[in-house]
């Protein structure tokens, strides 16, 4: 009996939420974003802010597949996805600036916006970059990706002599600071293919080779679970063939 009005309960609940439009419509995006289903994601996550545009959860779960999805296209077809990812994500801010995600998502789509137009060419939105990292942390103290994000940030910055990036307001990036967020990434989630191919860059970028080729052997050891862990693994091939060669 007790199961029994667990269960009924646990329907009414349901068919609650099924009679939300934007419930619906937020359940569908996330049952197809959990198939790795990008593309019919960001259609379901569209369809629910057509019921409600200013949707913070919509929002923000749309920037995410877009910044997914996007990794996943051809070079020339991923500008404008993160683009639309950044609008989205800030949009979700704007509504309610409490919600890690929203900030995450921003820094992700902005971060790659910097790259294609080139960081020291949107110094300040290499700054945006890091302010939304840093609030996202500050929200989400455990924030993997947050740290994945400020050790690729210290990392591509990092690049230009200080006294070149400093007038720019680009002066605190350090690739040594860039190596410790990629080790609290992974302290965090050590199962996550790409912490590793990055770490694996930055230490290469460092002259560590030996500690880079166990980073990109150990993308190679875990299991990949959707499709851009396969793009990733690929990489880590890459840098991997390479490396070898040369000895």
Known sequence: MKYALLFCLALVSFTGLMANPLSEAIYLGDSLYNMNDYWGSIAAYE???GTDSLSPEANWKLARSLNLQAELEPKDKQLALYEKAALVSLRCIRQDSMIAEGHFQLARAQGRVALFKGVFKSASLAKQVKKEADKTLALDPKHDGAYHLLGRWNREVARKPKLVRSPMGLGEADKKIGLECFRKAIEINPEYINHH????ISLLDMD???????????????PASRPLDLKYQNEAKEYLARLTQKD
């Not at 191919?197 to 694996?200: T, V």
């Not at 560590?208 to 875990?222: D, H, Q, S």
């Open 208 to 222: 560590k080779k030996e500690e880079a080729l166990v980073e990109f052997e150990t993308c190679l050891k875990l």
């Open 47 to 49: 369809k629910a802010l």
């Open 197 to 200: 191919l990055e770490y694996g």
